[in-house]
């Protein structure tokens, strides 16, 4: 049964970056074409694309975070990672990543970590 | 970028009652609609995919329908387990979107 784990620092520093990696297990992040995805939830609020990537490391990024995000893909560690520069207050938020049903473009989310929060201040 | 509204933002209904939750896109998104409940400190789960299809392991009384901009959720009997907050997400293009939520409350 295919897990993904969130890791990463939990307190970044207004204007610094936050590195994120996503660890799948009990599957092989080669083994099709998925877009495996960074999704984002400020307390209290809704939820958030940031972007997505596949094994072969085609990607997609919200165009209204595209200026500062990176997602990278690490077959070797089955892993994926987020990057998000310059971070304010408003980048705080519970940050999942999730595997979707469907294979070759934008997909309906049906694997889910159980998210990290990441809290930015000084 | 498709934008989706969902109705009622709350809406409280009591056990036994039927929900009708609805998703409305900005542009016709075909059927590629996902439906997905939250519930406190919790990862979204899959309810809903492609407008009607139930994810593995829900249960019947989730039913979804809809096609182009306009979209339904029903919950046909709600169960306690069932009150929680409920977001679509549209795949038909990216970025990918979700819509703002309704929570279901015990009324």
């Known amino acids: 049964q295919l897990q993904m784990q969130e890791s990463g620092p939990g307190l970044v520093k207004p204007s610094e970056t936050l590195s994120l990696t996503c660890t799948v297990s009990g599957g092989s992040i080669s083994s099709s074409s998925y877009y495996w995805a960074w999704i984002r939830q400020p307390p209290g609020k809704g939820l958030e694309w940031i972007a997505s990537?596949?094994?072969?490391?085609?990607?997609y990024y919200n165009p209204s975070l595209k200026s500062r995000v990176t997602i990278s893909v690490d077959t070797s560690e089955n892993q994926f990672s987020l990057k998000l520069d310059s971070v304010t207050a408003a980048d705080t938020a519970v940050y999942y990543c999730?595997?979707?049903?469907?294979?070759?473009?934008?997909?309906?989310?049906?694997?889910w970590g159980q998210g990290a929060m990441v809290t930015v201040s000084s | 970028e498709i934008v989706l509204t969902q109705s009622p933002a709350t809406l409280s209904l009591s056990p036994g009652e039927r929900a009708t939750l609805s998703c409305r896109a900005s542009q016709s998104i075909s059927t590629y609609l996902a439906w997905y409940q939250q519930k406190p400190g919790q990862a979204p789960r899959l309810l809903i995919y492609d407008a009607s299809n139930r994810a593995t392991g829900i249960p019947v009384r989730f039913s979804g329908s809809g096609s182009g901009t306009d979209f339904t959720l029903t919950i046909s009997s709600l169960e306690p387990d069932d009150f929680a907050v409920y977001y679509c997400?549209?795949?038909?293009?990216?970025?990918?979107?979700f819509g703002p939520g309704t929570k279901v409350d015990i009324k």
């Open positions: 990537i596949n094994y072969g490391g085609s990607t």
């Open positions: 999730a595997r979707p049903k469907q294979i070759n473009r934008g997909g309906s989310f049906d694997i």
């Open positions: 997400q549209q795949r038909v293009s990216w970025p990918l979107t």
